[in-house]
């Protein structure tokens, strides 16, 4: 053998061997430690609150060295993380390394995985970096990602894998004044003041002048509120801690290697460009490089791109908030500005339209009546949508939901099961049914142009372990779900070392879930088959599918959940385990501490102060369980009040029972009358409260009440109660078998803020007035 081909033949033996040690991702499992030796890279990072002023006001944030985001982690893979983590705060916090593969100890998930971090407490972090990439770090702690504990992390490969000048990491986020868990609670009160702050709101003016009345009528009456693409209101979004970024030092020509985490608690981004960029990897890990001039980036997920400083001007991206409510801008280079494509507004309204034009079911329940009953299969089939695609008046560009000839196919034949291409079996026709929910159903929504440079499939002699997930939700008393069941009613999903977990996640909402795995990485089967992509964070479109698999290779307990954080925190999680024994560093830290957060108690109220009455509201509910007062004192002095318990059933279906106060005789207080009462209540269609109840006279009574929003701050409200009386436990009137009583009134409010409202109404007890409400 000469020594050119000696020499080339120890290049590739070289390579070869370099690719399996510092391959894209190491399968094997985590160890504990600096086995190999590796040299160490440490980091001391300090979490503390101060007060950041991002809008014009001042408001206590949470910082990570003094700034938000944090600093940028930079790494080199083959060295070992010591990463020292000091909490000068007065509440606990944590840290958790997004995408990493990592000792299960070290992954940052309080009180599953790995302690808290108690106030003035410092915690060491260290895991073998056995991988190369873009990737993030945040708070695993209650909604304190939301006030700023986040930031990046850059792991640059062992030898070079593309060809570039520089790198640049762009840390997306959303920011609110607020206090995130200020605005969970008017999330969970079914408050519509966000929507209205965004213009946003689907008030029956706007209904009426796009024609979509019997759109609205129908989404009304399956119990459906306004459509939404993002629940929360940001007041700003930002690229590395601002609005706007200008980098002037790149030069035309260059090439820089663009690393977009998206860090936001609850925004996807449309990025756009002024020039084509070049896409080379997704969650870290290299893809066949394409170009991808607008890309939708979900929560969590992180994606690098190569773009070309241009030579007539400074470069301009845009982060445009998929609701369309704002962007962040950065500028590369100097010049006159070489604009990125404006993303327009969505038409929340023409959505609307085109979503109940098909026909389809909705109201999956997300609390259901038996938490411990096996149903996903059930579910997923009663709710599944079916759409005529010979249908002309199905705008399909506008409802982002075009299908490719491969989906159309598939449609023809649902027993067949979802195809890919030649390299990939069919999915179980089991799992995979549905005739608009196939895996990669939209274009912009699905990854089709994502294509691993390797295979990606893991063996069939592997046992097979396959699962159902259906993502649920209540939008009006805001709980979220897997398979209709919150976390905090749930246990950890047991799976075994060796198996092939394959997850079929089918999303039963309106909203869009990027559901991250801690730990793993996971295929996203897409028409690539083989060559499917590896992530650790995959989005679900609305009403759409997506199957993943992963090799069940760790140990432990692992998260799985919605990185939105406010479903995150409303139930939407679950805990993968190994069913390992539970690590003794954790004794001092019981598991209930993270499942029952989730299910926390939430309280809020209304007063009402006008010219012929007074009244309050007062609740305080978790998933199963609501307190409620009312209290109505009109000045003709009647008086009625009520103190109830209720236990939810499900997310419509609630029992309730208490006392119940008021004057016996009309317009005078000298005599008060207490009765227990009970009874059931009931979400009707068309959003209807409706309550049926009985008191200890065996007098029944039926209420209804609702609301429609007819402006955009201007709605309509009304209430009727009708009482009963047969005499079956009270004495009636001579000559008389039957008393009733007929109480009603009707309403108009103009919402004037978050928390006051404008009221004029007539009650037919009260007469006629107005007056102001205060929500607190």
Avoid at 553 to 578: I, P, Q
Wanted: proline content about 5%; hydrophobic content about 35%; some cysteine.
């Amino acid at each position: 053998m000469n020594g050119n081909r000696r020499l080339w033949l120890f290049s590739v033996l070289f390579f070869c061997a370099i690719t399996l040690t510092f391959g894209q991702q190491d399968r094997s499992a985590s160890v504990e430690g600096n086995v190999d030796n590796w040299p160490v890279h440490e980091y001391n990072i300090t979490i503390d609150e101060e007060m950041v002023n991002l809008t014009g006001d001042s408001v206590k944030a949470m910082t990570i060295n003094g700034g938000i985001p944090g600093p940028v982690l930079e790494f080199t893979e083959g060295e070992y993380a010591k990463i020292h983590v000091t909490n000068n705060m007065d509440e606990e916090t944590s840290v958790h390394w997004h995408g990493l593969l990592l000792p299960n100890f070290f992954d940052g998930v309080p009180y599953l995985s790995t302690p808290p971090i108690r106030p003035g407490e410092t915690f060491t972090y260290e895991f073998a970096l056995k991988q190369s990439g873009t990737y993030w770090y945040h708070s695993h702690t209650g909604l304190q990602e939301q006030r700023g504990v986040y930031g990046a992390i850059q792991i640059n490969p062992k030898e070079p894998e593309f060809e570039y000048d520089h790198d640049l990491v762009l840390t997306l986020s959303d920011w609110m004044d607020e206090k995130p868990h200020k605005q969970l609670k008017n999330l969970k009160r079914g408050n519509e003041w966000y929507l209205i702050k965004k213009g946003q709101i689907q008030s029956l003016n706007k209904v009426l002048k796009k024609d979509a009345l019997a759109a609205k009528l129908k989404m009304s009456w399956q119990r459906m509120p306004d459509v939404a693409i993002s629940d929360n209101y940001h007041d700003l979004f930002l690229v590395n801690g601002k609005p706007k970024q200008e980098y002037p030092e790149f030069k035309p020509g260059e090439k820089v290697r663009l690393r977009f985490v998206n860090a936001s608690a609850a925004s996807y981004f449309w990025l756009t460009f002024g020039v084509d960029p070049t896409l080379i990897a997704a969650d870290g890990l290299n893809v066949v490089p394409i170009k991808k001039d607008k890309t939708l980036i979900a929560v969590a997920e992180t994606y690098d791109f190569i773009v070309t400083i241009p030579e007539n001007g400074k470069l301009e991206i845009r982060a445009t908030s998929q609701d369309g409510s704002g962007k962040s801008v950065t500028y590369l280079g100097e010049g006159p500005i070489v604009a990125a494509p404006e993303v327009p507004e969505p038409d929340l309204i023409e959505i609307m339209k085109q979503m109940m034009s098909m026909d389809m079911k909705m109201g999956a329940p997300a609390s259901k009546f038996r938490p411990g009953h096996q149903d996903s299969i059930k579910v997923m089939e009663k709710y599944s949508m079916k759409m005529d695609m010979n249908d002309e008046s199905m705008d399909m560009e506008k409802m982002d939901d075009s299908k490719t000839d491969m989906e159309k196919d598939a449609d023809a034949d649902k027993k067949e099961g979802m195809k890919m291409d030649m390299d990939q079996k069919p999915l179980p026709a089991e799992v995979v049914i549905g005739d608009n929910m196939k895996t990669a159903g939209n274009p912009e929504f699905n990854y089709d142009y994502l294509r691993s440079p390797e295979k990606t499939t893991i063996s069939d002699e592997q046992p097979l372990k396959e699962m159902l997930f259906n993502l649920t939700g209540n939008m009006n008393r805001y709980v979220w779900s897997i398979n209709g069941v919150p976390l905090s009613e749930t246990d950890k999903i047991k799976i075994e070392q060796g198996q092939k977990v394959r997850i079929t996640l089918n999303n039963l909402t309106m909203m869009h879930h990027p559901m991250h795995l801690h730990g793993h990485f996971f295929r996203v089967i897409n028409e690539h088959g083989e060559y499917s992509p590896l992530k650790h964070t995959v989005n679900v479109a609305p009403m759409q599918k997506t199957v993943i698999e992963f090799d069940a290779n760790e140990y432990g307990d692992w998260f799985f959940h919605c990185h939105v954080l406010y479903h995150l925190n409303a139930g939407m999680a679950r805990a993968f385990s190994y069913d390992t024994p539970r690590d003794e560093r954790l004794k001092e830290f019981p598991l209930t501490n993270l499942t029952t957060e989730a299910n926390e108690m939430f309280s809020w109220g209304e007063v009402m102060a006008a010219s012929h009455m007074t009244e309050l509201y007062a609740t305080a509910s978790n998933i199963r369980n609501q307190f409620t007062f009312r209290g109505e004192y009109g000045w003709n002095e009647n008086l009625e009040a009520s103190l109830t318990y209720e236990r939810y059933l499900n997310d419509y279906f609630r029992l309730f029972g208490g006392v119940s106060v008021e004057n016996e005789m009309e317009d005078n207080l000298d005599e008060l009358e207490t009765t227990a009462i009970g009874g059931i209540r009931y979400l009707l269609p068309m959003l209807i409260n409706s309550e049926l109840l009985i008191d200890n006279k065996l007098r029944p009574k039926i209420a209804l009440s609702g609301g429609l929003m007819v402006f955009p701050r201007l709605g309509i409200f009304g209430e009727y109660e009708y009482q009963m009386d047969f005499g079956w436990n009270t004495t009636l009137p001579a000559n008389s078998d039957f008393e009733s009583e007929e109480t009603w009134q009707a309403g108009l409010e103009y919402v004037a803020g978050k928390n006051i409202r404008l009221i004029a109404s007539y009650d037919n007890r009260f007469g006629a007035g107005a007056g102001l409400s205060w929500l607190f």
